[in-house]
């Protein structure tokens, strides 16, 4: 028997309803405590964007907004791959990708030259040069082939004449518009005396317009041996500054008339003998000689002779002198990177 204040329909109803609240206040528990995690990761946050745009601004205190903050950082995103992009270019520059300025590096091969040799010749030199295309230089293709397959670029230099557009200029446009393996150094006047000259402007455009590991100068009277030459400056490439040729040295002749006359003969002291330096018929210098050259041909003095001016260039710096017997031309032996023709 019931009493009068129980009801079970009521009582039922009151347990059955109490199990949706408890879930419910439990839903309610976990949200808060999700919001509440969410804020404290969000201020964190907050907390280290400011932090760290102190430490870069090197600021005491912030005095920029976070949300500011957000966008220095979004730009400096933005410029490292603007950074990124320009490196991209730089290297698309070197493999010839470039504007017409730079065309003959375009002409030659995507990957990058051991080394662009300069021959120095004068106009009544076409023998010379053709006796040099048939041996080790070639032409057309094959001239092309040793750019692509041995990195190695191979030019004649030459000046202008004195009576600018004469018979001599039109001689050498003509064999060069045949051939397109010579230099015209449009600002050089051709004259013995000026070789030391025609050799600095040679490795001043050389290195501005080939990207290239060294740099050569060799006379138009001698047989070079690409292989071994190739073999000898690869073994080379961990060295940055480098002078490689026959190192000699020699009398300094102080007598007006004499054939090797030096007029500056008395800054070579009373000893009368000169410093060491490579021998003129074909030395090599690296790429950071040649931008040195390049960049203080102003005021780099010369001497009567050629292989003597480019010595004095390199005696007070920090270059490595490189004593290489096989680049002394006058005595053929095996591996021998030269000789004379």
């Known amino acids: ?33 999700y919001v509440a995690g969410r804020l404290w990761q969000d201020a964190e946050n907050r907390v280290h964007l400011e932090k760290e745009l102190d430490r870069i601004t090197g600021q005491g205190k912030s005095v920029i907004s976070v949300d500011e903050s957000l966008k220095i950082l979004e730009c400096r995103e933005q410029m490292k791959k603007l950074s990124s992009m320009e490196m991209e270019l730089s290297a698309a520059r070197q493999e010839g990708f470039i504007s017409k300025h730079f065309s003959e590096v375009s002409r030659t091969s995507n990957k990058k030259p051991l080394v662009v040799i300069g021959i120095l010749t004068g106009f009544g030199h076409k023998e010379r040069r053709d006796g040099i295309r048939k041996t080790w230089m070639g032409t057309g293709v094959t001239l092309k082939n040793m750019e692509e397959q041995k990195r190695v670029v191979i030019r004649f230099v030459v000046g202008r004449s004195s009576k600018r557009g004469d018979s001599l200029d039109k001689s ?17 006047v051709e004259a013995p005396e000026e070789v030391s000259k025609k050799m600095k402007l040679f490795f001043a455009y050389a290195v501005e317009n080939w990207d290239a590991d060294y740099y050569a100068k060799a006379n138009d009277d001698i047989f070079v041996n690409i292989d071994p030459l190739s073999n000898i400056l690869m073994f080379h490439l961990d060295k940055s500054r480098v002078y490689i040729g026959c190192m000699k040295s020699g009398e300094v002749f102080s007598e007006r008339g004499h054939r090797w006359y030096e007029p500056e003969w008395w800054k070579f002291g009373d000893g009368k003998s000169y410093f060491r330096h490579a021998s003129g018929e074909i030395f090599v210098i690296s790429q950071a000689m040649a931008k040195f050259i390049s960049i203080n041909s102003d005021v780099l003095g010369s001497y009567a002779h050629d292989d003597v001016s480019a010595g004095s260039w390199f005696i007070g710096l920090d270059v490595q002198h490189i004593d290489e017997r096989k680049f002394c031309c006058s005595s053929w032996s095996s591996g021998a990177v030269c000789s004379s023709l």
Do not use: K, W, Y
Request: net charge negative; proline share 4%; glycine share 10%.
């Open 1 to 33: 028997m019931q009493g009068r204040g129980s009801n079970p329909r009521f009582s039922g109803m009151v347990i059955r309803s109490g199990i949706p609240t408890l879930m419910l206040f439990m839903a309610a528990t976990f949200a808060s405590l």
């Open 172 to 188: 050498i446009d003509d064999e060069n518009g045949q051939t397109n393996d010579i230099f015209v150094l449009e600002n050089h």
